[in-house]
């Protein structure tokens, strides 16, 4: 199973950032994002594309120790080790690509620029942190950088494509699903589509002008088409928001939890709704009051022991299959040792719920998706699994612990080839009660 580089990288490519680059090139947060998203696909498939090149296995060897990852918005742009990876994979296609990216995300040329040193800067770094993390070799880095040519086959967005980016031969092979023209001309490594699309397009093509009915009918179809389009946008927006209305009924009961417990360790469908749509209330604690979701983690939890569900409970065989999923702590992507943003506060609750419980015994579990290798994955999730017990162990409720475990991708659900916003659902961290 291969690994999705471009997941690694997002974790540098965060709302933090974003908001700190439009900032900073005075640009809208949505037109910054919009950019990284068109550029991130172009620069990964650069990259595969060169997965030989001494050039770009040096560049991403030394990556970790040149700082690239520490200084994204400072450094990235000045910086002549990514200046010189830009023109080995993409020649003078740069500005092309610049004035591309530029246009379809509603942002100047110079902020386009900037932000290409800064997205190859990510890409560079995280593969590199990647690689030392896991003791890749040149020829390593060489491997996964070629797996990324069966992965990054429809990431392009919406409204870009090989073809308007202008990159030119570097991308045969990739196959974008929104590119079907370019699909073609890597196949048979004939320039037929630029004939094709002049043609169609001014109607110079000797067949259709023989054809004197054809410009008059698209003055009437195209706005059909157009309508039609439009009706199906509105009725998918509004089916996406009945779905949502459901979903977050079932959340806010608990239910959701309750029924995927028996099946798996920890629940993952309201995993994808409950940062959208819950809020944080006061959840009682013995008269005192914590920040948390009604039907969340810690309210089940204290429900669960007021209820004297956990003394009564013969041995752990009676504990096993409920699990508690963690609404706020969640790692940086690729890291074991550090927490995104807001996930403190969660972990102080556990303690506190500990503590108001001393007797009760608890298991952390970590997951990952069904992306990268797996022996990987059980490994970085039973370090993120660790990395939590050693912060409770700090917080003076570690002999409550009792074990921290990695299943990897074992209980993931979701398909790899999914969005990475559907996977967040089996990139998660749970604990349940142990005996």
């Known amino acids: 199973m291969s690994l999705n580089v471009i997941d690694l990288i997002k974790g540098q490519l965060g709302p933090a950032l974003v908001s ?3 900032s ?25 594309n060169n997965s030989d090149n001494p ?5 991403i060897s030394n990556a970790q120790s040149s700082g690239i990852l520490g200084n994204l918005l400072g450094g990235a742009s000045g910086n002549p080790v990514i200046s010189n990876l830009l023109t080995s994979i993409f020649g003078d296609k740069i500005s092309g690509i610049v004035n591309a990216i530029a246009t379809y995300a509603g942002i100047s040329n110079n902020s386009s620029s900037s932000l290409l040193n800064l ?3 990510a890409t560079v770094g995280s593969i590199g942190k990647y690689a030392a993390d896991n003791n890749l070799d040149k020829s390593g880095i060489s491997n996964l950088l070629g797996e990324q040519k069966g992965i990054i086959s429809s990431l392009l967005p919406a409204g870009l494509s090989l073809a308007s980016l202008n990159i030119g031969d570097w991308a045969k092979g ?7 023209d370019t699909i073609r001309t890597a196949a048979s490594e004939e320039p037929k589509i630029e004939v094709t699309r002049s ?6 093509n000797p067949d259709r002008n023989n054809n004197e009915g054809g410009g008059s009918i698209w003055k009437w179809l195209l706005p059909l088409l157009l309508l039609i389009a439009a009706g199906y946008f509105l009725w998918k927006q509004c089916e996406k928001k009945q779905t949502t209305t459901t979903t ?3 959340d806010s009961t608990g239910s959701a939890t309750d029924t995927a417990a028996t099946t798996m360790p920890a629940d993952t469908s309201a995993a994808t709704t409950a940062p959208a749509t819950r809020t944080d209330e006061n959840i009682d604690l013995n008269g005192v009051m914590l920040k948390g979701y009604k039907g969340g983690m810690e309210d089940q939890m204290i429900t669960f022991l007021k209820s004297g569900n956990y003394k009564n409970a013969a041995d752990d065989a009676a504990l096993k299959d409920k699990w508690y999923d963690f609404d706020h702590v969640n790692f940086k992507m690729g890291s074991s040792t550090e927490l995104e943003a807001g996930s403190q506060g969660q972990l102080d609750n556990l303690v506190a719920i500990l503590k108001a419980f001393p007797d009760a015994k608890i298991k952390i579990g970590g997951y990952t998706d069904k992306t990268g290798n797996e022996a990987s994955n059980v490994k970085l999730s039973k370090a993120r699994a660790e990395f939590i017990k050693a912060a409770l162990a700090k ?3 570690g002999a409550q612990v009792l074990e921290a475990e990695g299943y990897g991708s074992k209980y993931a659900k979701v398909d790899a080839k999914a969005s990475d916003a559907e996977r967040a659902a089996d990139r998660k961290m749970a604990v349940r009660f142990a005996k």
């Open 119 to 121: 997205v190859t800067g």
């Open 395 to 397: 917080a003076g409720v």
């Open 24 to 48: 900073q090139f005075g640009e809208s947060e949505s037109g910054i994002s919009k950019a990284i998203g068109g550029m991130l696909p172009a620069v990964v498939g650069g990259l595969a």
């Open 199 to 204: 043609t169609t397009a001014a109607g110079t």
């Open 55 to 59: 050039g770009v296995l040096d560049a």
């Open 248 to 250: 977050t009924t079932t």
């Open 174 to 180: 990739y196959k974008f699903d929104n590119d079907n």
């Open 20 to 22: 700190q680059a439009a």
